[in-house]
């Protein structure tokens, strides 16, 4: 590891500190947050990037190829005038989420790393014009449907010598070709679309279903609940037409006897005179 810290960065705002076999980026760079444009830390022993790298306000270049690193820190997006990374050469498994608020970002250098996947946030980088990702782990569906929103922006697009399975959906004669690739990413994100939104009418038939069956089974429990009261009241109607009947006779026995005990009067009455 070289020990001299006898650098700064030249009239042009350039900071080259290459092969100087850093495993860790030395404090020494933020000193030149106020000058520092364009920071070269390639071909280096690099695990990580300091978060403070943030500080960097106005980074323009940064170019951290040929390191050691696994991941980028979220606060690169904070820089906002940032317009090139080059990160190939490297073990990145893949992009913090944050990346798509680099807005001026226009080149991203990803090759020869093990990304496996990029974030959706990635089509947040509104100026980008050159996305390298070729020797990546990237398997199918690798790129990120998003990226079709950048179609027409972006001017070179690099995905060759990833993962067999990246063939399977787009040829190998194509991995060069942005527009093949972009027009392919369009219709797997029309595709997607058409699957969540049949997903969506699934859940709402399922919920439809659900819904009529409550009602079905309380319709069924009401319909027991009036046949019972339907009996109950079927039982009160023949108690009041019993106690019709009983009271009708009753009446009609009074009758006849208040008669028998008028004529039996009347005859007591004739006797007597």
Request: proline share 3%; with cysteine.
């Amino acid at each position: 590891m070289e020990d001299n810290d006898d650098y700064e960065p030249d009239s042009s705002g350039y900071l080259e500190l290459r092969y100087r076999g850093w495993t860790e980026a030395q404090p020494r760079i933020l000193s030149f947050a106020h000058c520092l444009l364009n920071l070269d830390i390639s071909f280096n022993q690099l695990e990580m990037l300091p978060d403070e790298i943030s500080n960097l306000n106005l980074l323009q270049e940064l170019n951290c190829a040929c390191n050691k690193l696994q991941s980028l820190p979220g606060s690169i997006a904070m820089l906002a005038w940032l317009r090139v990374i080059k990160a190939n050469g490297n073990s990145l498994l893949t992009l913090p989420k944050e990346i798509g608020q680099c807005k001026a970002l226009e080149l991203l250098n990803l090759s020869e790393n093990a990304l496996t996947s990029l974030p959706q946030e990635i089509a947040g980088c509104s100026s980008l014009r050159t996305l390298l990702l070729q020797n990546n782990d990237l398997p199918s569906l690798g790129l990120p449907l998003s990226l079709a929103t950048l179609s027409g922006q972006i001017q070179q697009l690099d995905i060759s010598n990833n993962s067999h399975e990246l063939v399977t959906t787009m040829p190998t004669e194509i991995h060069r070709d942005v527009h093949s690739i972009m027009w392919i990413l369009a219709l797997q994100q029309e595709k997607r679309h058409c699957i969540d939104r049949l997903k969506q009418d699934t859940k709402l038939l399922r919920h439809d279903n659900i819904t009529t069956e409550q009602e079905l089974a309380q319709s069924k429990e009401r319909i027991v609940k009036l046949e019972s009261r339907k009996r109950d009241l079927e039982v009160d109607m023949e108690k009041v037409n019993y106690f019709i009947v009983v009271r009708s006779h009753w009446r009609e026995l009074r009758r006849r006897c208040l008669k028998w005990w008028q004529d039996c009067k009347r005859a007591c009455a004739q006797k007597m005179t």
